[in-house]
């Protein structure tokens, strides 16, 4: 089945810098890669996602890259600011599997002013 | 608000216990979803409901037991749980099952002693 990896499990930053986050993932079938927010008492958010059939996403100062070839995603947050500050998530769903979402293990990302 | 809403919020409970989680959306999505959240660890899918029809049951122990009585609500009844099943409940909901973009509620903080 799907294994989902990410790193690192915790970010610190300064406000205004970028952030990165990867994933990667062992299903060749997987086309569909969303990222979520949690927040400090709050389920998760939906903040981007992406298919395979593109190699970027971009929304205002988030943006998400794939490639295929190597399994492997990412977030990119630019011009951080301290609301940044939560739990990420990526996840890999393959079609074939019923479109089951497989989460990593989350990047704990601290945004300090 | 992402207009998914669970009760309890917090839970303790005894081993010998019976107690039910209540999920409703508000969305009029046709699936629902059950996760549990350790610390830690990735979420981990429990329970898959599409059209009121259980879809997935995740190898979950019997002491888990879902109930979908219509496309809005959600339970899960718990009963004689462990030490080790204290985490944080989250339910989920998508337009349909494959691939959509899931919605999730703020989650039970479910302590079991």
């Known amino acids: 089945g799907e294994n989902v990896e990410q790193h690192p499990s915790t970010l610190s930053v300064q406000e205004g810098d970028s952030a990165v986050i990867k994933c990667t993932y062992s299903?060749?079938?997987?086309?569909?890669f969303p990222w979520y927010k949690q927040e400090l008492g709050k389920g998760p958010q939906l903040i981007i996602d992406?298919?395979?059939?593109?190699g970027e996403k971009k929304d205002q100062r988030i943006a998400v890259t794939l490639n295929k070839t190597a399994k492997h995603f990412s977030l990119h947050i630019t011009e951080t600011q301290p609301e940044d500050s939560a739990v990420y998530f990526c996840?890999?769903?393959?079609?074939?599997?019923?479109?089951?979402?497989?989460f990593g293990q989350g990047t704990e990302l601290s945004v300090k002013p | 608000e992402t207009g998914v809403t669970q009760t309890p919020r917090h839970l303790v409970m005894g081993m010998t216990n019976k107690k039910s989680l209540k999920c409703e959306q508000h969305?009029?999505?046709?699936?629902m979803y059950w996760y549990k959240q350790s610390a830690k660890k990735p979420l981990e899918l429990m329970f898959v409901?599409?059209?009121?029809?259980?879809?997935e049951n995740n190898s979950v122990p019997s002491r888990f037991s879902p109930e979908c009585p219509n496309s809005s609500h959600l339970f899960l009844h718990l009963h004689t749980l462990q030490p080790e099943d204290s985490a944080l409940y989250l339910c989920?909901?998508?337009?349909?099952?494959?691939?959509?973009?899931?919605?999730f509620g703020p989650g039970t903080r479910l302590l079991v002693l």
């Open positions: 409901y599409s059209l009121e029809e259980r879809v």
């Open positions: 996840a890999a769903s393959a079609y074939n599997q019923g479109g089951k979402l497989i």
């Open positions: 992406i298919r395979s059939n593109v």
């Open positions: 299903d060749s079938a997987s086309n569909y």
């Open positions: 989920a909901s998508s337009q349909e099952r494959d691939q959509e973009t899931q919605y």
């Open positions: 969305l009029g999505h046709n699936a």
